[in-house]
Every structure is written in structure tokens, then in C-alpha cells.
């Protein structure tokens, strides 16, 4: 069976977020699997990855854009040393730049993408079994190879459309279709969601079977999804929640070559003491007190709004008996509010950018990771914490609900219902008093440890669905 992970972003050649996580290790544990060939196709980025790694221009060609001609290249990297083949699609002025998201003209550059990759398996008549669209920015492509003439020799193929964050759809006004591959208009009621064409709509439509990155936040979509849970009620037959796992071959204590003091189980207590030393010099915190930690993007998704009132709270109310660390970047007001207490409390320090080294030595150090997040469709950041014998403590939401469970109900994490600041600080003084029992806290430690989040069993679901 043949795969192709349509995606914009792939570790370790791209990431902004956990999607790159989830598409360079689902298609390597898939390949794993007698008789499956899973293989990423995504954008050409102006990354080291790519001038480290020879490339053969597999082919050479051109799309209409509206009125603007476009050279399409696909170049395949030589050594698959990843455990899988990776495809990128190169676009002068389009599909060539430093980073995947964050240009003005975004939506000429997804649709530039998917146009190109049906263009290159149209016109070299490649079949695959499956095409995996991950997010809104491939979400068009189920309805592109069903209605754009241009792409008939991919009709019927079958495609999956997951949906790794719901809150960004990728809406466009409606005059972007002139940019599309020309497609049958009496369909154009496929591609419109209250006026606007909205690919993730389309993307639950059009596709054979949709899914979302865990069970329980495929239940909240039901509820709240920015417009679209009548949709999603009515495609309900063909949605399916499968929990992200972990890459064990990069996130793994014994091996990480990003950690100063390596551990495993039996020596993780006095291990992750050695690097929280290292780590709370560099920064000039106090290893003698716990420290709570948040990683991530500053968005109110993430529930990082509350992070500057949680961190002068927290601080106050104990008199400064504990350390927190942000690494992070994102809205400035959040990222301004945090630069001022970072001169203002010793207890607290700041990183702002996106370290990949750092978040691994937090993971690694902590002895809390903070995730008050609003919405966490399947959430990493837990996982990486518990794998390195961090205790999580999350809001019960999503994915974060489905992997973390609270201490009281038999779990190793702490949960907390409301996102806001008032229940954040309560689940951090629960917290406290569990560091303060030193037992307890090792045996958190343990069995957080022990959890089993592979990818495995996950990569099976996905063959068992595509089978299916
Ligand atoms: P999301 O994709 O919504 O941001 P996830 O929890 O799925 O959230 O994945 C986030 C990933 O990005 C994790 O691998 C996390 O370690 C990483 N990450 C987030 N922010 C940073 C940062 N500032 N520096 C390094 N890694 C980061
Ligand atoms: C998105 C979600 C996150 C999930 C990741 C990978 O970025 O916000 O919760 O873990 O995708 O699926």
C-alpha cells in the first residue's frame, strides 16, 4: 500500500509545531509495517536540512495560477535517511522560503502546493493507495482530484484529511478560485462555507474519512468549532480520532544527545537533578526549589494569556518558594508582560524564541510542565514531560484529557477543569504539596515514565482506517 503525507511542515526539515513531530515519525513507524510505503511530500524551505542533503530534481514542470505561469520542481532526497521518501515541491517566489507560515500572500502559496504536487503525480502517473492531507493548508486536495479535470487520472483515489488543529481553517474570499486549478463549478457548494471558501470545510466533506489527533477532541468539535460543528455532526460516519504518539527515537532520556546528563528510569531521580542544577545556573534560578515550566507558542489557544498574571501570583503568594521558566514566543503583549518580570522576580526566567536544544533540557530538568491550554487538539508537550519524568499538569481538554490523567483518579498528572488563572494557581499549589513529599514525588516520576506513548499502536489505526 502506498502513502503519500501531503504536509507543510516535516521534522526535522521544517517545524513550528507539533504537526511537523506528527509527519516525520507517523509515515516512519508506518513503513515499519509489512507491505505499507509511506512517504511525505511537502514544500521546498530555504532550511539547512536542505542544503545538507543531496536532492534529485524528479521532475520539472508547470501549472497556470490564474494568469501567472509557475515552474514546478519536485526533488526527492537521496538517502531516505529519514525512514521514509521525502518529496519537496519547489515554486520560485512561492514554494523557496525561510519559513512555512507568516507571508501576506499565504493562500497563493497552499495553493501553489497542492496544485503542484496532483500536477506532478497527474502528469508522471503516479497512483497512490492514499493521500494523508494533514491541515486546511492541503485541504483541497480531496476535492481537487474528484472535480479538477486536470487531475482525472488521480479520480478515486482515496484520501484522509486530519485535522491536527480545527481553530485555523484557512478561509479565503471567494475570489482565490480564480486561482485554483479550474475546476466543475456546479460544486462549488463543496468548497463554501458561509460565503467564504473555507478548505477545512471542504477538507470534511470531500475527503473518504476524516480524523482528528485524539478521541476527545473529536468529541468537543461536536461543540465548538469556529462554525463548523454542524458539519462535522453531519460527517460524523466518517470521522475517526487517533491519538498522536511520541518519536522514541528522538525523544527518548537515554539517547537524547540534547541532554547534558542522559537517564532512564532507574537513575532519573538523581539524573534530572543534575540537569535542573546545570539549568537553573544558566538561567539564575534556585535548584532547591520545585520548578514549573511551559513551552510553547504564545497564543490564547495555548492559554498563554494567563501566564504573566500565573507567574506573578505564584510567586507572590509563596513568598518565592518555587522557579518557573518560559520558553515561548507569540503575541507581544504576552511576550512584553513576561520581558517585565523577568527583570523584576529572580525566580523567573524567559526565553523567548524557538530553541529545539532548550525544550529538550526543560523536558528533561523540570519537575512541572504547565498546559492551561483553551484548546489542545492532541498536545506533545505532555508526553516529551512525562517520557522525561516531568509531571504534566494540564487543563482537562483534548488530547490533554485522553493522556493525562489527575493523581486523585489514579493518574500521574494533575488536572484542572477551567482555564483560568485562579484554577491554574490551585493546581499549582496542589503541586507544591506533592513536592514536598519526597516519595510521592518519585514515584510521580516513575510512573510517568512508564507511560507508553509510541507510535506504534497509532500508526496501525491509521493502515486499519486507510484499509478500511
Ligand atoms: P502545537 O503544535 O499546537 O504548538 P504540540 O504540543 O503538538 O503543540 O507541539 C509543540 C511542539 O513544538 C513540541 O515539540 C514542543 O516541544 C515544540 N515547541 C513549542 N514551542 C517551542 C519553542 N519555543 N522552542 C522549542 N520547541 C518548541
Ligand atoms: C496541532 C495541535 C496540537 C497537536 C499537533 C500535532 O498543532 O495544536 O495539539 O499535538 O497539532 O497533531
Known amino acids: 500500500m502506498i502513502i503519500y503525507h501531503l504536509s507543510t511542515e516535516c521534522y526535522p526539515i521544517a517545524k513550528v509545531g507539533g504537526l511537523a513531530d ?22 521546498w524551505y530555504n532550511k539547512p536540512f536542505v542544503h545538507q542533503h543531496e536532492f534529485d530534481i524528479v521532475f520539472d514542470g508547470f501549472i497556470h495560477q490564474g494568469p501567472n505561469m509557475l515552474q514546478v520542481q519536485v526533488l526527492k532526497e537521496k538517502s531516505d535517511a529519514l525512514g521514509f521518501e521525502l518529496y519537496m515541491v519547489r515554486i520560485p517566489g512561492l514554494l523557496d522560503r525561510d519559513n512555512p507560515y507568516g507571508y501576506q500572500d499565504e493562500n497563493f502559496q497552499f495553493l501553489a502546493f497542492q496544485h503542484g504536487v496532483l500536477h506532478w503525480l497527474s502528469a ?8 494523508h492531507c494533514h491541515d486546511y493548508h492541503t485541504g483541497l486536495v480531496p476535492f481537487m482530484i474528484e472535480y479538477c479535470g486536470e487531475f482525472k487520472f488521480l479520480k478515486g483515489v482515496k484520501t484522509i484529511g486530519t485535522i491536527h488543529n480545527g481553530e485555523y481553517q484557512g478561509m479565503m474570499s471567494w475570489d482565490m478560485a480564480n486561482y485554483m486549478p479550474h475546476f466543475d463549478s456546479y460544486k462549488w457548494g463543496l468548497l ?15 475527503a473518504t474519512a476524516f480524523t482528528t489527533v485524539s478521541q476527545g477532541y473529536l468529541e468537543e468539535l461536536f461543540v465548538s468549532f469556529r462554525g463548523l460543528e454542524g458539519l462535522v455532526r453531519q460527517e460524523f460516519g466518517k470521522a475517526h480520532g487517533i491519538i498522536n504518539g511520541i518519536d522514541a527515537e528522538v525523544w527518548n532520556p537515554e539517547t537524547d544527545p540534547m541532554l547534558d546528563f542522559n537517564f532512564n528510569i532507574k537513575n532519573a531521580v538523581a539524573q534530572k537533578k543534575k540537569n535542573k542544577e546545570k539549568l537553573c545556573k544558566e538561567y539564575g534560578l534556585r535548584p ?4 514549573f515550566a511551559f513551552i510553547g507558542r504564545f497564543a490564547t489557544e ?9 507567574v506573578w501570583r505564584s510567586i507572590k503568594q509563596t513568598y518565592g518558594a518555587l522557579n518557573i521558566m518560559i520558553l515561548g514566543s507569540g503575541n507581544t503583549y504576552i511576550e512584553n508582560k513576561l520581558k517585565e518580570f523577568d527583570y523584576t522576580y529572580s ?21 512541572f510542565l504547565l498546559m492551561p491550554s483553551r484548546v489542545e487538539p492532541c498536545g506533545l508537550n505532555q508526553m516529551y514531560s512525562m517520557k522525561y519524568g516531568t509531571v504534566p499538569i494540564v487543563r482537562y481538554t483534548g488530547g490533554l484529557r485522553d493522556t493525562v490523567k489527575d493523581i486523585s483518579t489514579g493518574g500521574a498528572g494533575i488536572n484542572f477543569t477551567y482555564p483560568g488563572v485562579d484554577d491554574i494557581i490551585h493546581a499549582i499549589n496542589r503541586a507544591l504539596s506533592i513536592y514536598s513529599e519526597k516519595d510521592l514525588m ?5 510512573a510517568n515514565m512508564n507511560f507508553d506513548f509510541t507510535w506504534e499502536k497509532s500508526a496501525e489505526k491509521y493502515i486499519a482506517l486507510y484499509q478500511k
Open 442 to 446: 518519585e514515584n510521580l516520576i516513575h
Open 302 to 310: 495555548k492559554g498563554a494569556d494567563f501566564l504573566p498574571d500565573v
Open 347 to 367: 525566580n523567573f526566567a524567559l526565553e523567548l524564541g524557538y530553541k529545539e536544544h532548550l525544550s529538550h533540557q526543560i523536558y528533561a530538568s523540570a519537575d
Open 124 to 131: 508522471m502517473e503516479i497512483l497512490p493507495d492514499v493521500l
Open 22 to 43: 506528527v509527519v516525520g515519525a507517523l509515515p516512519k513507524y508506518q513503513n515499519k509495517i509489512k507491505g505499507i510505503d509511506a512517504k511525505v511530500v511537502m514544500p
Open 288 to 291: 532547591e526549589l520545585p520548578l
Open 192 to 206: 463554501d462555507w458561509d460565503g467564504l471558501l473555507n478548505p477545512l470545510a471542504s477538507m470534511i466533506r470531500c
